[in-house]
């Protein structure tokens, strides 16, 4: 009986002490974020988040992707894009490759995230056929512009009510990265698509709310501000007005960038993370704010360290909290913040975070090309295999899912932005 007794009180010992080590390791194990005092100002709490964030030891590994896989996945990626492209200059929103059949459904941001992806494809190696898509598109946008409160442009997506602040602002994009990338635009051109910028820009500051984050838009025959924001849409819209002013020099929406950055990099890191680690607002402010900041970041803007800091915060968060690995869905959206990070990681000579991002990157596009039909993984993939296909409204495309066979306009968007910065930033030879 004593002995027995004895053994319980071990058993109960070695548990409490276990316990205990779990206790105090509980945040590195789960990958929870112990958040600084709120009375700290935001700057000092994201850089302390960011110095006590371990990254995991990443020594070793040897990466399973190539240039040329990637190469070739951006080609056919880059052609369903432009292959889905409608008449009219909007694209197929989604496609069951397997049924032949179209989705009825659409969204207008999403349709102007294809715009903004052609416009990069063409960035990334100009052709005509991405030339013609990009005119077409930014043709079908202009046709559906019209006069926005405040003396703006807002684009009045047919069949829809709401001007999302989203679609302006990714079409705002596409504007800016066409003007970058094509110096052979007529002065004509040029001055259509400034002017149509100019409109579109000025749209996102009328939608600034005075906190500093952006409303989701406006009605149709109604000058008056929705009254709630989108984490996308406060970060697409950044994201517009950083490059604008970086690239195009219009310095005047400095002052709205400024404001946008310190309130949303606030909102969606430690004020979500107080009501829920793994937050659904992080997420969706994910790629939009890492590619906003890293702009921002580059551009040297005023506490411009801050928001590198918040670059890699997020970043170990979409790692060890989110566990994007995990995740059965595409996750291409993911990969434009990471190789993000891994540039700002890379520059300022952080090491353990620049390789574990290296890593995470290998692994997760890997997985995903392997869900492109057609692609140079696909046999990789039993359900690809099982269902080979010359249908050039599906060759390229990316699925939602290891078999699922819904090739949405979006989702092949997002990872071939994704595939473009892995090849600017990591697989460069």
Request: glycine share 6%; with cysteine; proline share 4%.
């Amino acid at each position: 009986m004593k002995k027995r007794l004895w053994q319980l009180s071990a058993l109960a010992l070695i548990l409490l002490i276990a316990g205990f080590v779990f206790w105090l390791n509980q945040d590195r194990l789960l990958g929870h974020i112990v958040l600084p005092k709120d009375s700290l100002a935001f700057a000092e709490q994201i850089k302390q988040i960011r110095a006590e964030r371990k990254w995991s030891d990443a020594t070793g590994y040897k990466p399973k992707l190539t240039r040329r896989i990637l190469l070739e996945s951006r080609q056919k990626g880059c052609s369903f894009l432009v292959n889905n492209q409608k008449p009219e200059g909007n694209f197929n929103y989604e496609y069951d490759f397997v049924a032949k059949k179209q989705a009825s459904d659409d969204n207008q941001v999403r349709q102007a995230g294809a715009l903004w992806g052609v416009v990069l494809c063409h960035q990334f190696e100009p052709t005509p056929a991405t030339k013609a898509a990009i005119e077409k598109g930014l043709d079908f946008f202009f046709r559906n512009t019209d006069r926005g409160p405040r003396d703006t442009l807002a684009i009045y997506y047919p069949g829809q009510k709401t001007v999302a602040t989203g679609t302006v602002a990714l079409v705002s994009l596409a504007i800016i990265d066409y003007l970058r990338t094509s110096p052979e635009l007529t002065p004509e051109r040029i001055a259509e698509l400034n002017a149509k910028l100019d409109g579109y820009l000025k749209f996102l500051k009328a939608m600034q709310f005075p906190a500093g984050d952006f409303s989701y838009g406006t009605t149709r025959g109604v000058s008056v501000r929705i009254g709630r924001s989108s984490p996308y849409f406060d970060g697409e819209a950044q994201l517009a007005l950083t490059k604008a002013i970086k690239y195009l020099d219009r310095r005047e929406y400095l002052p709205v960038e400024q404001k946008a950055a310190a309130m949303t990099a606030k909102k969606y890191t430690v004020d979500a993370w107080r009501k829920k680690q793994d937050s659904d607002l992080t997420k969706s402010f994910y790629q939009w704010s890492n590619m906003a900041f890293t702009e921002y970041w580059q551009a040297n803007f005023e506490n411009a360290a801050t928001y590198a800091d918040t670059v890699l915060a997020l970043s170990w968060w979409m790692v060890h909290t989110h566990h994007i690995l995990n995740r059965s869905r595409n996750t291409g959206y993911a990969y434009e913040g990471l190789a993000h990070a891994y540039h700002v990681a890379k520059t300022l000579g952080d090491a353990p975070a620049a390789a574990e991002l290296a890593k995470v990157i290998d692994k997760g596009l890997y997985e995903l090309t392997t869900w492109q039909v057609e692609g140079p993984l696909y046999q990789k993939n039993k359900y690809l295999r099982g269902h080979r296909t010359e249908d050039p409204l599906a060759v390229g495309g990316i699925m939602n899912a290891s078999n699922k066979p819904g090739l949405r306009i979006d989702v092949t968007q997002h990872q071939m932005h994704a595939v473009i910065l892995a090849l600017k930033y990591l697989y460069t030879e």
